[in-house]
């Protein structure tokens, strides 16, 4: 993989390089394009595209960061995409099962960009850990836990609103 498209694809089309906070923007870059996927081809279409966004990311974060000391610069955030689309598809399967638009779970896409967040910042368990492995592996699964996480969350603050409270 040339320099290029490694750089293009580790930086989510660019979005990596706004400053300040590029986690923060690859993150918010990553909600139209999973309200994209889903509108396309549903959750099957998310997940699909998870993994080659998994994959993808793999290869572009060892080759862009090649030859560096650093190997988690803060402009590769296709970790935060991936992560983000994790986080996202309780959603994504709540609005195919239910039969509603997935915008009007927007509650649930909050709780999936918050919950992400925290646990990318604050890095706990398993998430740290795998973010100290210091290789482009542990770049991309310090997010994937990270995206699990919130996605569980999402799932648990959802069966509080609809089950427990019966909203």
């Not at 690859?26 to 994209?36: E, F, H, N, T």
């Not at 998870?50 to 970790?79: C, K, Q, W």
């Not at 399967?93 to 967040?117: C, H, Q, S, T």
């Not at 925290?118 to 482009?136: M, S, V």
Request: charged letters at 10%.
């Amino acid at each position: 993989m040339n320099h290029a498209t490694a750089k293009l694809i580790a930086t989510f089309f660019y979005s990596g390089l706004m400053k300040p906070a590029p986690g923060t923007w690859g993150s918010l870059a990553a909600l139209p394009a999973a309200w994209a996927l889903h509108m396309v081809g549903g959750p099957l279409a998310l997940t699909i595209a998870t993994i080659v966004a998994y994959m993808a990311g793999l290869y572009a974060t060892r080759a862009y960061t090649a030859g560096s000391d650093n190997h988690d610069p803060g402009e590769v955030v296709i970790d935060e995409v991936v992560g983000m689309w994790i986080a996202l598809m309780p959603v994504s399967f709540g609005a195919r099962m239910m039969g509603v638009d997935i915008l009007a779970l927007y509650p649930g896409w909050i709780v999936a960009f918050l919950a992400f967040r925290l646990f990318d910042i604050t890095k706990p368990g398993p998430i740290g850990a795998a973010d100290r492995r210091g290789d482009a592996a542990g770049v991309m699964l310090d997010d994937v836990y990270a995206g699990f996480a919130a996605g569980f969350t999402v799932i648990v603050l959802a069966y509080a609103a609809h089950g427990l409270m019966g909203a």
